[in-house]
């Protein structure tokens, strides 16, 4: 695997040249045009060949002949590779960057909101292979806990089949396409609503084919807190052998009075469900301050807590497909895919910068008078995300959403991991 970040005086051609790849290989799995533009500091994923670079934190007992063996490399090999270490000095918490045959295997799952099936569906055909799960956004209910589709679903779940990723039943507490805390609060605090929507559910999955169901039910009152681990246990008993994922907000901490995630009992949640993805992103959300999205450090912490809580091959995190253009003055916000943010970089010649402590990038540009500050995520920040799910064991990762182009990741995901194909 090879990142090459643009200098002054580079070229495409040259760039080629040094990793021994076609141009067209550069300008495919970066998403560019055919007659690119490049800018300094602009980061490239260069797919070669070879070993993959898999990612492990030395636990107690560890040495690197043991860790070699279990990667199927060499000590050597991982010498070469970890510059400065040595075999006598590995300490518990060091993190090693291991050259092994062996992928990375785990299971993702991508999100759509299906506005447009024509649209979504090619896009869908080109990142199937790396996903083992779709979770369709189609549902809201009513108040008292009726499922309803707000969207059409049907040719994507057949075409997810046909494909061979598993369709779940995506519901949210929606109204008027705004997060609604007193609907899902009146639901769950009452036996009969509850019930209703674990029927309807099981209805619309039974009708249509549905491997399962997400939940996206945000900004749950803090004082259902309880009753919402209960109705998780209900579904899952319902829903038997059909999976049961449950998205969560992130957090580093417990704080069950907090109106954003004081109703996610991560412990009861993860013995409810079969799947738990924590949305490890929006650290930088809109109107807020300019801030990156989801910084690495902040992913980390996140994962820390939350496999004290959720067995860790239980537990997905988020990657965003988005980025966020905050005007300065006012920290109006906009989102944009990440292909359309690297356009709007080469097309104004922005200065891409790097926040290693973050392990983000960001620039900012100028739109008439106004300036402009745009956090995103490219090949480097990605990598450090993906190292994550290896060095904690995690299950593997969630993308919001599907129809937000980002061909690096999914040139690079198909270079470097193992998508397992579950089964229901």
Do not use: C
């Not at 579904?235 to 901490?253: D, P, Q």
């Not at 129809?403 to 690079?412: E, G, I, R, V």
Request: proline share 6%.
């Amino acid at each position: 695997m090879g990142i090459h970040v643009i200098q002054s005086g580079d070229s495409l051609w040259a760039i080629s040249q040094k990793y021994n790849i076609s141009i067209q290989s550069i300008i495919t799995a970066n998403g560019l045009e055919s007659a690119p533009r490049i800018i300094p500091g602009l980061a490239l994923y260069i797919p070669e060949g070879g070993a993959v670079i898999r990612s492990y934190i030395v636990k107690p007992g560890d040495t690197l002949s043991r860790i070699a063996q279990r990667f199927q490399t060499s000590v050597n090999v991982i010498l070469s590779a970890n510059p400065g270490i040595r075999p006598e000095w590995l300490y518990i918490g060091q993190k090693l960057n291991i050259p092994s045959p062996v992928r990375l295997s785990m299971q993702t799952l991508g999100f759509i909101v299906p506005y447009s099936p024509d649209a979504f569906l090619p896009i869908f055909r080109q990142t199937a292979r790396s996903l083992t799960y779709i979770a369709i956004s189609a549902y809201s209910l009513t108040k008292e806990g009726y499922a309803y589709a707000e969207l059409e679903d049907t040719r994507i779940i057949a075409e997810s089949k046909r494909l061979n990723v598993i369709p779940l039943l995506m519901i949210r507490n929606l109204i008027g396409g705004e997060f609604n805390a007193e609907l899902i609060g009146g639901v769950l605090q009452n036996p009969v609503y509850r019930r209703n929507l674990i029927l309807s559910l099981m209805n619309f999955m039974n009708q249509k084919g549905y491997g399962g169901v997400s939940l996206d039910f945000e900004f749950i009152p803090p004082p259902r807190r309880q009753d919402f681990s209960l109705f998780l246990r209900e579904l899952k008993n319902a829903l038997g052998s059909l999976v049961l994922h449950v998205n969560v907000h992130a957090k580093t901490e417990d704080m069950p009075t907090n109106r954003i995630i004081g109703a996610y009992d991560y412990k009861a949640i993860g013995e409810a469900a079969d799947i738990v993805a924590v949305m490890t992103m929006d650290y930088g959300y809109p109107t807020g301050p300019p801030d990156p999205v989801a910084p690495v450090w902040w992913v980390e912490e996140v994962i820390k807590y939350s496999v004290t809580k959720i067995r860790p091959e239980k537990l997905q995190i988020a990657l965003p497909l988005y980025g966020y253009d905050w005007r300065t003055a006012d920290n109006l916000t906009r989102a944009y895919s990440m292909l359309a943010i690297q356009n709007m970089a080469l097309s104004t010649g922005a200065n891409i910068q790097y926040d290693s402590y973050a392990a983000s990038p960001w620039f900012k540009y100028w739109r008439g008078a106004e300036e402009h500050l745009i956090w995103f995520e490219d090949i480097r920040s990605i990598t450090e995300k993906y190292k994550l799910i290896d060095q904690y064991s995690l299950m593997g990762m969630t993308y919001w959403q599907l129809s937000l182009p980002f061909p690096q990741n999914w040139a690079f995901a198909d270079k470097n991991f193992t998508v397992e194909k579950a089964r229901t």
